[in-house]
Antibody, heavy 120, light 107 residues
Framework: EVQLVESGGGLVKPGGSLRLSCAASGFTVSTYSMNWVRQAPGKGLEWVASITSSGNYIFYGDSLKGRFTISRDNAKNSLFLQMNSLRAEDTAVYYC?????????????WGQGTLVTVSS | DIQMTQSPSTLSASVGDRVIITCRASQSVSSWLAWYQQKPGKAPELLIY???SLESGVPSRFSGRGAGSEFTLTISSLQPDDFATYYCQQYNSHSPGTFGQGTKVEI
């Protein structure tokens, strides 16, 4: 059974950093493209970052302006999101998601999400 | 970036109603479009992919149509479990996989 479990969220002050983790089971993260998607309180879904199965291509949403870094540890079968210079507008539930197949494909499995709150 | 626009933003309906939600892309995304359902406090769930393919386990009352830049999600007979928010997402271009703003289906 495919499972994604995020962790690492919490309360952080503006300008601070946080590292989110996503532990995968039931599949191998290096076989699929993986994504981070966030949702601010009461708002819609916003794509944050992607890493392809090969790891050769990494993409970020324009609003991140180089503050976030997506990475993967194949040995731990995990996905990560390093978030620096955090702002109040980064407050959101952060989901990791697995793409359905190689190439153009949607997200077929999602974690339960981890809440990041940026506030002084 | 490709922009996705859903309509309506909110939809009031009753059990048994036929419901149609529209998603328009700012440029062609071919058939690289998905629909998700999200309930409060839960992660989104994939309903439809490649514009019209039903994800395994999803009831057949859900269907998707369209290609290019205009798409629809239809619920043929609304059930109590279907009251939720629905999002479209394009995945034509890898960066980014933009979502529509969502359509809340309420009683």
């Amino acid at each position: 059974e495919v499972q994604l479990v995020e962790s690492g969220g919490g309360l952080v002050k503006p300008g601070g950093s946080l590292r989110l983790s996503c532990a995968a089971s039931g599949f191998t993260v290096s076989t699929y493209s993986m994504n981070w998607v966030r949702q601010a309180p009461g708002k819609g879904l916003e794509w944050v970052a992607s890493i392809t199965s090969s790891g050769n291509y990494i993409f970020y949403g324009d609003s991140l302006k180089g503050r976030f870094t997506i990475s993967r540890d194949n040995a731990k079968n995990s996905l990560f999101l390093q978030m620096n210079s955090l702002r109040a507008e980064d407050t959101a539930v952060y989901y990791c998601a697995k793409q359905r197949s190689a190439g153009n494909s949607p997200n077929d499995y999602w974690g339960q999400g981890t809440l990041v709150t940026v506030s002084s | 970036d490709i922009q996705m626009t859903q309509s309506p933003s909110t939809l009031s309906a009753s059990v048994g109603d036929r419901v149609i939600i529209t998603c328009r892309a700012s440029q062609s995304v071919s058939s690289w479009l998905a629909w998700y359902q999200q309930k409060p406090g839960k992660a989104p769930e994939l309903l439809i992919y490649d514009a019209s393919s039903l994800e395994s386990g999803v009831p057949s009352r859900f269907s998707g149509r369209g290609a290019g830049s205009e798409f629809t999600l239809t619920i043929s007979s609304l059930q109590p479990d279907d009251f939720a928010t629905y999002y479209c997402q394009q995945y034509n271009s890898h960066s980014p996989g933009t979502f529509g703003q969502g359509t809340k289906v309420e009683i």
